[in-house]
């Protein structure tokens, strides 16, 4: 089996819109990637075994998605407000899916959950969607302090526009943050061939969001002006 290749490298930023880069990391996701998980998975037994190609190639997945959080990190340091808003790089069907800024951390477990864990995993996944209920009021809570200090000082002729940005900043941070450690727990809960099925069905959530024919399909289901 040929080397997993390593996750998007580089950054956005001046070398590298994000826009870009989350087409280059969605193309590198789609192909070659999932193939390979995929025939690693094919080659592999359930039996929990964590055999060199399968656990190289599950690695290299989990490691992509750790590198589009940190892509998503370094551009909340430059603007955190698009970031946050959800940018023109998502697709139309991915927007209802979106919690400051990304997927909702809780569809990360529930993900999981359709996979018939066994009552050990299941165990664990309780425990991080727990850990997420008490997360994500709470960040949430500091964007509603922030937007509600923006207001007081600017119905006042006070407010602080770079203040306020880096209290987004702040939140985009942590929200990733979040995510990043409720993948980490799960693969690491999962383990073996199971947390390889579980990447292979995030792998397939995301790419789902852009395939052209859902996105047709999502179109015509939208209703029309008046209707």
């Given at each position: 089996m040929p080397r997993p290749p390593p996750p998007g490298r580089g950054t956005p930023g001046a070398r590298r819109p994000i826009r870009d880069f989350f087409a280059a990391w969605l193309a590198t996701l789609r192909s070659p990637l999932l193939p390979l998980l995929r025939r690693a998975l094919s080659s592999s037994s359930s039996s929990g075994s964590w055999d060199d190609p399968l656990s190289s190639v599950a690695a290299a997945v989990e490691a992509h998605f750790q590198a589009h959080w940190s892509a998503l990190d370094a551009a909340a340091r430059q603007d955190p407000a698009r970031v946050i808003a959800a940018g023109d790089w998502r697709s139309p069907l991915e927007l209802p899916f979106l919690w400051l800024g990304d997927v909702h951390p809780s569809l990360l477990t529930s993900l999981l959950r359709t996979l018939s864990p066994s009552p050990r995993l299941l165990a664990a996944v309780d425990r991080?969607?727990?850990?997420?209920?008490?997360?994500?009021?709470?960040?949430?809570?500091?964007?509603?302090?922030?937007?509600?200090?923006?207001?007081?000082?600017?119905?006042?002729?006070?407010?602080?526009?770079?203040?306020?940005?880096?209290?987004?900043?702040?939140?985009?941070?942590?929200?990733?943050?979040?995510?990043?450690?409720?993948?980490?727990?799960?693969?690491?809960?999962?383990?073996?061939?199971?947390?390889?099925?579980?990447?292979?069905?995030?792998?397939?959530?995301?790419?789902?969001?852009?395939?052209?024919?859902?996105?047709?399909?999502?179109?015509?289901?939208?209703?029309?002006?008046?209707?």
């Open positions: 991080v969607d727990r850990r997420i209920r008490a997360a994500v009021p709470a960040v949430s809570d500091r964007l509603r302090r922030a937007q509600e200090a923006f207001v007081a000082a600017e119905a006042t002729g006070a407010a602080d526009v770079e203040a306020f940005l880096e209290e987004l900043k702040g939140v985009a941070l942590e929200a990733n943050r979040l995510r990043r450690g409720v993948l980490s727990d799960l693969v690491a809960a999962a383990g073996g061939y199971q947390a390889a099925l579980y990447l292979e069905a995030l792998s397939r959530f995301v790419l789902s969001m852009h395939d052209p024919e859902v996105l047709r399909r999502f179109d015509q289901c939208r209703a029309s002006p008046g209707s």
